[in-house]
């Protein structure tokens, strides 16, 4: 990416409209534009998720009927995503940290 910008690499989900409303969406989009430029995010908007592995988060973007959940790695060259999900429980489900360490450990032995 040009001026030093990380690449997004999606490894699964997507941000559209819908399921998700535009407001949401673009919140989404500008959440992950200041990743890309290197900026960290905390709380509110953003919070470590050391169960999945080093470096892994999750955006947290509450939307009208749903509160989303962008499951993301910060790479020294990219911002991997590796879940985009509507969480409805406190705790992020166990078959979501383990799709997530899968797809983690098949893109690193690429």
Not at 1 to 21: C, F, Q, R, Y
Request: some cysteine; glycine content about 6%; aromatic content about 6%.
């Amino acid at each position: 990416m040009a001026n030093g910008e990380k690449d997004l690499v999606w490894l699964h989900g997507e941000i559209k409209t819908p399921p998700l409303s535009r407001e949401a969406r673009l919140e989404a989009g500008f959440l992950l534009r200041k990743l890309q430029r290197g900026e960290l995010l905390s709380l509110p908007q953003s919070r470590a998720i050391p169960g999945i592995g080093k470096h892994c988060y999750e955006l947290r973007i509450v939307d009208v009927n749903s509160i989303w959940r962008v499951i993301y790695r910060i790479d020294n060259d990219a911002i991997v995503i590796l879940e985009v999900f509507s969480k409805k429980t406190r705790e992020t489900p166990q078959r979501i940290i383990d799709i997530c360490r899968k797809r983690l450990k098949a893109y690193d032995e690429i």
